[in-house]
């Protein structure tokens, strides 16, 4: 399953120190869904439903992350849901192409798992494709491990790994 979301209130817009880029990391809203749609595509090559990111942010609303710049467009977005007890599953995290590198994934990621602290889940899992050498470093630098080889995952084929991480 992959996403969208409706206006459901999100947590307290987080404004970050002024050492990183000018982003505020916020809740999603439905006025985000064309800009979050442009990521996904750029960054995932993946065409959602736009219907699908209200309705996945639906049971967790503080689970969905979205990094605005300045003018609070999106340019980076974390997407986790809880569909098992527990527990938190990333479905989609990217970060606009012009501005990584900046730290805004760790931004992201960070609070990500302080919020699945705060809920007491004892493990988040994701999925990744095994050629994605980037992602995988990065999930691996927040102690994310491969617990399985998901053998033509994605539509186009290639194979992916699961990763979990416990505790959150
Ligand atoms: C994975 C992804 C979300 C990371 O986002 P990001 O904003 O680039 O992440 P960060 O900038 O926080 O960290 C990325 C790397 O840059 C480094 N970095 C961060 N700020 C830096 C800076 N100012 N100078 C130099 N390096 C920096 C980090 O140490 C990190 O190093 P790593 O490659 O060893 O992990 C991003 O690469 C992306 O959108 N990829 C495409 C989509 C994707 O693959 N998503 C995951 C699918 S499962």
New binding site residues.
């Given amino acids: 399953m992959r996403c969208i979301a409706d206006t459901a209130p999100g947590p307290a817009p987080t404004v970050l120190p002024e050492s990183t880029p000018p982003v505020t990391l916020r809740g999603f809203r439905f006025s985000d869904v064309p800009f979050v749609a442009a ?1 996904v595509a750029e ?2 090559q993946e065409h959602y439903d736009p219907s699908l990111y209200g309705s996945l942010s639906h049971d967790w609303a503080d689970g969905f992350l979205v990094a605005a710049d300045s003018r609070d467009v999106p340019i ?1 977005f974390l997407l986790g849901v809880s569909q098992v007890e527990h527990e938190a599953r ?1 479905l ?6 012009h ?11 960070t609070q990500f798992l302080g919020r699945c602290r705060a809920r007491g889940f004892r493990r988040v899992t ?4 095994v050629s ?1 050498a ?2 995988i ?3 691996a ?1 927040y102690q994310f491990s491969v617990i399985d080889l998901l053998r033509a995952y994605y539509s186009d084929g290639e194979n992916g790994y699961q990763m979990a991480r416990e505790p959150p």
Avoid: K
């Fill in positions: 990521i960054a995932l980076g990333i989609m995290f990217a970060v606009d192409r501005f990584r590198m900046q730290g805004i994934g760790t931004l992201l990621m994701l999925e990744v494709r994605n980037t992602a470093r990065f999930y630098r």
